[in-house]
């Protein structure tokens, strides 16, 4: 099993471009988050989805979309990339069958973005 | 809305036993849970705690207590391959997981 993987591993956009960002996992899971982390600031929450066809707003969700059509798939969107998203983005999948659902999360290795 | 507070870094020696602590603030509270990241590499889970007391995994173990909101994660005989970041996470139920902003653990020989 490959678990959580992620694509691209790296990225650099010009100010105003867009992209998607592409998670995948291969654990059958109900839930998957996107966060990204800034040096200092921990991981913060963008957008997740406790199942196909549903998301919900994190604590960071401004400038982001998201979409999960397929449950093993979660798409973080980009639609005009500013300098103040460059971070280093995990997506990460958990099952609600074990430790109250939101506890043991799996993570994939990033996608590290930079915007000029 | 809910906050935690752990310290930034800790520097132990190989061989030492270091605790790190966390405290939050939250309303409502199902578990904390600790987190293992290498730099570059993605986080990894290591523990969960719902009830109070201390959870034994191997050389790690993490304790809670829900009346003080606190918790602490303990590394007993440390190995160079400790040093990492070690993140608190709080669960309130329906809210997915809000992490701290970690702290560094440096192990010196």
């Known amino acids: 099993n490959a678990g959580v993987t992620q694509t691209p591993k790296f990225r650099v956009l010009k100010t105003g471009q867009s992209m998607t960002l592409l998670c995948a996992q291969d654990?059958?899971?109900?839930?998957m988050y996107w966060y990204r982390q800034d040096p200092g600031m921990g991981l913060r929450l963008i957008h997740y989805?406790?199942?196909?066809?549903?998301?919900a707003k994190g604590e960071v969700p401004d400038g982001y979309n998201v979409s999960r059509l397929k449950k093993q798939n979660f798409l973080l969107g980009l639609e005009s990339a500013a300098p103040s998203q460059t971070s280093v983005y995990f997506c990460?999948?958990?099952?609600?069958?074990?430790?109250?659902?939101?506890?043991?999360?799996?993570f994939g290795p990033g996608t590290r973005l930079t915007v000029l | 809305g809910q906050s935690l507070e752990q310290p930034s870094e800790v520097t132990a020696v190989e061989g030492a036993i270091v605790q790190i602590n966390c405290t939050y603030q939250?309303?409502?509270?199902?578990?904390l849970s600790w987190y293992q990241q290498h730099d570059g590499g993605a986080p990894t889970f290591l523990s969960y705690?719902?009830?109070?007391g201390l959870e034994e995994t191997g050389r790690f173990s993490s304790f809670l207590s829900r009346s003080d909101s606190y918790g602490y994660l303990l590394l007993q005989e440390l190995q160079m391959k400790d040093s990492a970041s070690y993140f608190c996470?709080?669960?309130?139920?329906?809210?997915?997981?809000?992490f701290g902003k970690g702290t560094r653990l440096s192990v010196i020989a």
């Open positions: 939250t309303s409502g509270f199902y578990g």
């Open positions: 989805s406790v199942g196909e066809g549903t998301t």
């Open positions: 654990m059958n899971h109900e839930y």
């Open positions: 990460a999948s958990s099952s609600p069958a074990k430790r109250a659902s939101y506890n043991e999360q799996f």
């Open positions: 705690n719902a009830l109070d």
């Open positions: 996470a709080v669960n309130s139920g329906n809210t997915p997981l809000v």
